[in-house]
């Protein structure tokens, strides 16, 4: 068993992928199309040929790469990344959603167990931190990237 890459269409990968996961074939266990990587999907079967088989039937499935990859090589794909990372305290960021949407604010403080911004507003006439989760900012200037 192991796991396998298959090349697909630019911007297919998701099509492919639920194509090989509703083909029943005992012999592919797991599909994962990951969107880092562009025009391959990962492919956890026994063997080649039960994926040769079903990329017989897909449209945009283009060639398996010889050779598979193991488990270490796909697992970082598989646990998904902290809203929180790459936001740095005193960046500037802006508020994308919730009530100050639109609001530019500076970060004050950072909560990676709880994936948390606390952020203070700039045109506000008093500073007032707000915590707000780190999928609602975008990060406009950042003092590591100068």
Do not use: C, W
């Not at 029943?24 to 994926?51: K, N």
């Not at 598979?68 to 809203?83: Q, R, Y």
């Amino acid at each position: 068993m192991g796991v396998f890459a298959v090349k697909t269409t630019a911007s297919q990968e998701q099509t492919v992928a639920s194509m090989i996961a509703n083909r029943e074939e005992d012999t592919i266990h797991a599909v994962l199309a990951p969107d880092a990587l562009t025009s391959y999907v990962m492919v956890e079967a026994e063997d080649t040929a039960a994926i040769e088989r079903v990329m017989e039937e897909i449209p945009h499935a283009r060639s398996l790469v010889p050779g598979d990859a193991g488990i270490s090589e796909v697992e970082h794909f598989l646990s998904p990344k902290p809203d929180v990372e790459g936001i740095a305290e005193n960046d500037i960021v802006e508020l994308i959603a919730g009530p100050f949407k639109g609001e530019k604010a500076q970060v004050q403080r950072i909560d990676e167990g709880k994936d948390q911004v606390t952020v203070e507003l700039y045109e506000a006439t008093v500073p007032i931190p707000v915590t707000v989760r780190g999928d609602q900012i975008r990060v406009l200037d950042s003092e590591d990237r100068q």
